[in-house]
């Protein structure tokens, strides 16, 4: 079965650090996630992307996230001033179509913020 | 009220019994309703769809009761491979939206041998 490949697995960084987690979604999918799941608690919805815009962002996307597909394949999240709540995984998910249809989520990048 | 609602468990149950889960959604233009299974650490991935007029998928079953905006999920004959959290999932949010999926917090199931 095809699926989402994420890098890093791990990530540590000091706060006020930028990161960057990288996504490689299935080929021919059209629509991208970033979810996130903080220990203990729920997966939430961070930001959705088709067509090489957002389509739709959660409270938590503030000025500090961004998304970018700079090729044909990866798909990345950007924080640029981490901080310690931003410690979470992060899940990459593509779907054929909108999200009423089946999402595979990528096995996700723990990032631990310091 | 929660977005979406699910009882936390642990439900610890024998193999090969019988298990349900319930969930409530507070949303009501959510369209799209299903049950995610996540194992420990691990991404969630997608157990079922649900439909308004319930479905079946081998040992599972799903139903919608959109009045109550309840969903319930069947597992029967469950075995040790079931041991998971399974995660209630709606599309849309409070406010609006359409793309993002809104996640329950989960339920705990262990399935004991």
């Known amino acids: 079965e095809p699926e989402v490949t994420q890098t890093p697995s791990h990530q540590v960084t000091q706060m006020g650090q930028e990161v960057i987690l990288r996504c490689v979604p299935i080929s021919n999918h059209l629509y991208f996630y970033w979810y996130r799941q903080i220990l203990g608690q729920k997966v939430e919805f961070l930001v959705s992307f088709y067509n090489n815009e957002i389509s739709e962002k959660s409270e938590i996307f503030d000025d500090q996230f961004s998304v970018e597909r700079p090729d044909g394949s990866n798909f990345t999240l950007k924080i640029r001033s981490t901080k310690l709540e931003d410690s979470a995984m992060y899940f990459c998910?593509?779907?054929?179509?909108?999200?009423?249809?089946?999402?595979?989520f990528g096995s996700g990048t723990q990032l631990s913020v310091l | 009220r929660k977005e979406v609602e699910q009882d936390p468990g642990p439900f610890n149950v024998p193999e090969g019994a019988t298990v349900a889960f319930n969930c409530t959604y507070s949303?009501?233009?959510?369209?799209?309703f299903f049950w995610y299974r996540q194992d420990c650490r691990k991404e969630p991935k997608l157990l079922m769809s649900v439909y308004s007029s319930g479905n079946e998928d081998g040992r599972f079953t799903a139903q919608l009761n959109r009045a109550s905006q309840y969903i319930s999920l069947l597992i029967r004959d469950s075995k040790l491979s079931d041991s998971a959290t399974y995660l209630c999932?709606?599309?849309?949010?409070?406010?609006?939206?359409?793309?993002?999926?809104?996640f329950g917090k989960g339920t705990h199931l262990i399935i004991q041998p």
């Open positions: 998910a593509s779907s054929e179509g909108t999200a009423r249809e089946k999402l595979f």
């Open positions: 949303n009501s233009a959510s369209q799209s």
């Open positions: 999932v709606v599309n849309g949010k409070t406010g609006g939206g359409a793309d993002g999926l809104t």
